[in-house]
């Protein structure tokens, strides 16, 4: 099992969190979707973190464990509904479809902890630009992190 970030932009985001408050779809989070996430290494099983930066807050709005990755006619029937245009779309195990957290800022003196690995598998924590702030660029896609990572994100996450 591996863990991993993906980056939603504040309009997948916004379209996300319209769509729950006008109740046009329920507030869990049950799959998500990339181009990118069969070349990161994402599988069954996995568990992808779904972040989003809100001004320089990096912010959690939820985790899936992945039951399969899959094309987006595979991910209809699944769903039951048409979810949004890529290539790739991680569906979530049943049992880890939890509401979205639309609120949940990383405390900063916790943005210091979180480690990626990189393709080499060395590691990386994130950058900061030239005012010290998170350096947005670092989180971009899809990204694995490391195990205590990702039981940071847990943790603040909840069960």
């Known amino acids: 099992m591996a863990y991993f970030t993906q980056r939603w932009l504040t309009s997948t985001v916004n379209r996300e969190r319209s769509a729950v408050e006008s109740l046009q779809m329920k507030n ?3 799959h998500t979707a990339s181009n990118l996430f069969t070349a990161r290494g994402v599988t069954a099983g996995d568990t992808v973190y779904i972040i989003q930066f809100a001004a320089d807050d ?17 991910a209809e029937r699944l769903l039951g ?17 939890k509401p979205y957290r639309f609120d949940l800022v ?21 950058a900061l630009n030239a005012k010290g702030k998170i350096g947005q660029q670092t989180f971009r896609g899809v990204s694995e992190i490391t ?13």
């Open 58 to 74: 990096l912010c959690l709005i939820g985790r899936i464990q992945v039951a399969e990755i899959c094309d987006a006619a595979r």
């Open 81 to 97: 509904y048409e979810p949004w245009e890529a290539q790739e779309h991680a569906v979530a195990t049943k049992d880890s479809m």
């Open 147 to 159: 195990e205590p990572t990702a039981r940071m994100f847990d943790r603040l996450l909840g069960p």
């Open 106 to 126: 990383v405390p900063k003196a916790n943005v210091s902890d979180i480690v990626f690995i990189r393709a080499k598998g060395d590691h990386k924590s994130p």
């Open 28 to 30: 869990r989070l049950d």
